[in-house]
Structures are given as C-alpha cells and as structure tokens.
C-alpha cells in the first residue's frame, strides 16, 4: 500500500468515524428524551426506547467485530461491519420517522 492509498484510507476512516460519533450523539439524545417522557405518551417512549435498543444492537456488533475503529489494516473488517451498523441506522431512522408521522 502506498503513501496516497494509505492517507486516502484514513481520511475515509476518520470521516466514518465521525459519523460513527454524531450517530451516537444523536440516539443517545433520543434515549435520553424517552427516559424523561420525552416523545409524547408512555406508548411512543416505549417504541423510542425500542428503536435505541435496536442501535445499541448494532453499535456492539461493531465493536465485538472492529474493537479498534481506528486500525486499518486492509482487511475490510471495518467496511463490513460499518456498512452493516449504516444499514441498522438507516433502519432505525425509518422507524422514527414512521412514529412521527402516526403522532
């Protein structure tokens, strides 16, 4: 692998990454608004409480698949697993979308 490949793959890495963090940041403020009653009636909590469950799901497969984000290796570990965490998000903002529509 070659200095502009390598630096190329970290870029992508830590843009990744980044998105690996707001993503976190993001349901972490949905959980937290389900726990203080937050999305309208103890129904819709539980439906938010639900979907947050399903990301933290995904978060701890990444993890137990890719125990370092930041190590690249040329395996594709990563790639695999981060498409897949993408894909358990995408679904989780469905869901959410489709409880706020029947609000």
């Known amino acids: 692998m070659n200095v502009t490949s390598s630096t ?9 990454v980044l998105e690996l963090l707001q ?9 937290d ?9 103890p129904s819709l909590d539980a439906v938010v409480r639900d979907i947050h ?8 497969e990444l993890h137990a698949r890719v125990p370092n984000v930041l190590q690249i290796d040329g395996s594709h570990l ?4 981060f498409f897949n965490f993408r894909r358990a ?3 989780s ?11």
């Open 8 to 16: 190329l793959l970290a870029f992508h890495r830590c843009n990744d």
């Open 23 to 31: 993503t976190t940041s993001h349901f972490c403020l949905l959980s």
């Open 33 to 41: 608004a389900a726990e203080i009653g937050g999305a309208g009636t």
């Open 53 to 60: 469950s399903g990301y933290v799901r995904a978060t701890q």
């Open 78 to 81: 990563f790639e695999v697993a």
């Open 89 to 91: 998000v995408k679904v």
């Open 93 to 103: 903002k469905i869901l959410i979308g489709s409880t706020q529509q029947n609000v």
